[in-house]
């Protein structure tokens, strides 16, 4: 079972800047694996933030395009969420979400509290 932990969040300024990390083990390798962040506010769904696929292709979503930047390293195992500009819509839990061979595997989350 592959197990994902994510780190980096806490409390920053409005105009401040993140960086989340999520390490996966339990895996030999994340290179061949889909990896995305989502993120999911008080009261609201989940939605997707970033994904990195394997190629890799970068997809973003529209409210976060030209400020986050994901990134991952497949010698490390770990996957990035550079995130700058921050406001206080960017408060949320973020997670680290992989895909591999037709199965989905998620992070317990890390809290992103932007406030002045």
């Known amino acids: 079972q592959v197990q994902l932990v994510e780190s980096g969040g806490g409390l920053v300024r409005p105009a401040g800047s993140l960086r989340l990390s999520c390490v996966a083990s339990?895996?030999?390798?994340?290179?061949?694996?889909?990896v995305a962040w989502y993120r999911q506010a008080p009261g609201k769904q989940r939605e997707l933030v970033a994904r990195i696929t394997s190629d890799p292709s970068t997809t973003y979503a529209d409210f976060v395009k030209g400020r986050f930047t994901i990134s991952r390293d497949n010698v490390k195992n770990t996957i990035y969420l550079h995130m700058n500009s921050l406001n206080a819509e960017d408060t949320a839990v973020y997670y680290c979400?992989?895909?591999?061979?037709?199965?989905?595997?998620w992070g317990q989350g890390t809290q992103v509290t932007v406030s002045s």
């Open positions: 339990r895996i030999d390798t994340i290179t061949s694996a889909d």
């Open positions: 979400n992989l895909g591999l061979s037709y199965r989905s595997y």
